[in-house]
């Protein structure tokens, strides 16, 4: 890092050092002077509002825990059996000693986060023409999209599940950067402030720049500054917003809102050359597998050391108690041993080396050809892809026809034979579900959306794992409940 860098960290540590998300530290005359400085020109706002990013991609939000990763072992994805030492994770287990930890830790890095955000949102405003307003208004609603999707998550880990009883006190809801505790909220009232936020942010990118030029082309017109046009994929733009908002709406059990919102995206590429479903060929390449489906991923997070947490927990020579892996049998259903699946065979293979008889996983592993380093997939871990548009779609259409069509376009571009008129809708979304995410953390989210009453057990052969509100709800950390 930087020395520039360093002050932009000195001024969010000084500023917002903090045990949990309510206990905050007033601003001192100090604190004020180095935000000053740093917000006196563009090159510092734009710096600050990269750490937000930076931040996303920490190991205690999508950098692993929300992605490959807590949430996954919570979907039972992997095989943490026996010995294994996520056994106690994926028992659900929560008040013991390792899943309370990461879980403590997921809510203080998210509302950290969320304070930064506000921090950031209450400087623009402070330091207005440092940049134009063109520019203000993407950063402005990347940063409270932000916000939002930071919400929503804590909402659907910790929060009730929503289509039982949605009145329940849920979370604090921070849409400033005060200092005093917030109240927990019901998860309807967290979810109308979702939604809100989510309505704002839109408005400030109604003309970013992602909807003319796409995600890496850049736009010269717009700005010569790089940082405002280009690479518009590694940051929630308009239509990545748009995508969260479907997720939120259909989280929320607004089937309608949720269909029209995912069409307007689905009709827009449709329309435009700039976002396409990936080819058979790109997902399988011998050299330079593209296994993120990067074309048709409208946000992806930039994370640069992805590749070690790719050798921490999937390689094939960590012991059979460390590494996240599924049982062979288990990976062969969901996948219904069909190797003509774009997402089956790049991404999971018998090792090799390292004594394994399980497949393990390889979506994130790195390109071998050092000639195409540049791949956009490099270091990305996907946050919204057309795929989920298609299944919100699906789940969310008038008729049982109209659902099918939906799949069907989806099976068609991951190598696979249409479904049959009388096919059962909600059993093949479940299936797309298992197959489309893994190592994303969308699975245990889906499961506790429906209320799934029973989900496969990831760590037997065969057998499911009963579900209720005990293994739904992440319970509160204690930094939170000691301050309510």
């Not at 004020?32 to 990269?50: D, R």
């Not at 807590?70 to 390792?98: C, R, S």
């Not at 500054?225 to 929630?236: F, Q, V």
């Amino acid at each position: 890092m930087n020395q520039y860098l360093n002050k932009i960290a000195l001024c969010f540590l000084i500023a917002f050092s903090a045990t949990s998300c309510s206990d905050f530290l007033d601003v001192v005359p100090q604190d004020k002077i180095l935000e000053n400085q740093i917000f006196e020109n563009e090159a510092g706002v734009q710096n600050v509002h990269n750490g937000l990013y930076m931040s996303l991609s920490s190991n205690n939000l999508y950098g692993q825990q929300l992605t490959m990763d807590a949430v996954e072992i919570l979907g039972q994805q992997y095989n943490t059996g026996g010995n294994h030492d996520k056994y106690e994770m994926g028992t659900y287990a929560y008040t013991e000693a390792n899943p309370k930890a990461v879980f403590s830790n997921v809510w203080e890095k998210a509302f950290t986060t969320i304070l930064y955000v506000n921090k950031f949102l209450e400087s623009m405003k402070e330091h207005s023409g440092v940049v134009s307003q063109e520019k203000a208004d993407l950063l402005t609603g990347e940063a409270i999209a932000i916000r939002a999707m930071l919400h929503f998550d804590m909402l659907r880990l910790y929060g009730p599940i929503y289509k039982v009883d949605a009145s329940l006190p849920a979370i604090p809801y921070y849409d400033a950067a005060v200092t005093v505790n917030q109240p927990l909220i019901s998860a309807k009232d967290a979810m109308s402030k979702i939604l809100a936020d989510l309505d704002a942010a839109l408005v400030l990118l109604a003309k970013d720049p992602v909807v003319t030029v796409g995600k890496y082309n850049g736009n010269s017109d717009f700005d010569a500054n790089p940082y405002y046009s280009y690479n518009r994929g590694n940051r929630l733009n308009y239509l990545a917003v748009k995508c969260l908002k479907a997720r939120v709406l259909l989280y929320s059990g607004d089937k309608t809102g949720a269909y029209a919102t995912a069409n307007e995206v689905i009709n827009f590429t449709k329309a435009s050359p700039l976002f396409r479903w990936t080819t058979f060929l790109e997902a399988t390449h011998s050299i330079i597998p593209d296994r993120t489906f990067s074309p048709e991923t409208f946000f992806a997070l930039s994370d640069f050391t992805l590749y070690n947490k790719q050798k921490n927990l999937f390689d094939s020579s960590l012991p059979d108690d460390e590494i996240y892996a599924p049982l062979l049998n288990r990976i062969n259903a969901v996948f219904e041993s069909n190797d003509n699946d774009y997402r089956n065979l790049p991404s999971w293979k018998i090792p090799i080396v390292g004594g394994k008889t399980q497949k393990t996983f390889y979506k994130y592993e790195d390109v071998t050809d050092i000639v195409n380093l540049e791949e956009p997939f490099r270091f990305q871990i996907p946050m919204f892809k057309l795929s989920e548009m298609y299944l919100i779609a699906a789940e969310a259409a008038p008729s049982p026809a109209e659902s099918i069509t939906f799949l069907n376009t989806l099976r068609f571009n991951r190598g696979l034979s249409n479904l049959a008129a009388t096919a059962n809708v909600t059993t093949e979304i479940t299936k797309e579900y298992r197959k489309e995410f893994i190592g994303e953390g969308q699975l245990f989210f889906y499961y506790k959306r429906i209320n799934s009453t029973t989900i496969p057990n990831g760590s037997a052969a065969s057998g499911n794992v009963t579900m209720n509100a005990l293994q739904y709800v992440v319970p509160l950390p204690d930094s939170e409940i000691n301050f309510q």
